[in-house]
């Protein structure tokens, strides 16, 4: 009789439980613009490891692009794919339209992956897909702060952020690269 008793109380629980694990959020619950004005459905990334960096043509760290392409061609027909996301934010350093920022990382970097539309990643303006990366109510992983251009978002498989770098982190860093093979 106890052990009915117990799973009588327990099992409300469990559905509670089980309806929040349900209603967590993933990236792939966003649609984004990209760089020409085509939809981007973040959906279409599922069984992928996704790194999102918000980008800027005239910032000390712009030099990353090299290295962010050279790990896009080394791992991207292995599951992984960088999305980078151009945001004038910090200092002005991405003042540039869609199409200037597309002819730009084409030109000095040799862009290959995907480049979205210009957002905002601070701010009242912030880009909804933003708000996800940097609130734990939302992202159920950890609050954080864009701090600069070039911060690193890393999402598993499964749509969901399990670390936030540094953007004075190179992309090529072991810890990335660890992650990325994993």
């Not at 030099?63 to 791992?75: F, G, I, T, W």
């Not at 730009?104 to 970097?109: A, K, L």
């Not at 912030?126 to 864009?146: I, R």
Request: with cysteine; glycine share 4%.
């Amino acid at each position: 009789m106890k052990k009915i008793i117990l799973l009588c109380l327990l099992f409300p629980l469990a559905m509670v439980a089980q309806k929040e694990k349900s209603m967590e959020q993933t990236i792939y619950q966003f649609q984004v613009e990209d760089i020409e004005g085509n939809s981007f459905d973040l959906n279409s990334l599922k069984g992928e490891k996704v790194m999102i960096v918000n980008t800027a043509s005239k910032c000390g760290l712009t030099p990353q692009y090299e290295q962010l392409e050279e790990l896009y061609k080394k791992y991207k027909d292995e599951n992984f794919v960088i999305i980078g996301f151009p945001a004038n934010n910090f200092a002005s350093q991405e003042p540039g339209s869609d199409k200037e920022i597309a002819q730009f990382c084409e030109r000095n970097y040799g862009v290959t992956f995907p480049m979205m539309s210009k957002i905002s990643v601070k701010g009242e303006d912030m880009h909804e897909l933003y708000q996800f990366l940097t609130q734990k109510s939302k992202n159920g992983y950890a609050d954080s702060e864009v701090s600069w251009n070039f911060q690193k978002y890393l999402i598993n498989e499964e749509g969901k952020l399990v670390e936030v770098i540094d953007p004075r982190t190179l992309p090529t860093d072991e810890k990335i690269i660890k992650w990325i093979e994993e």
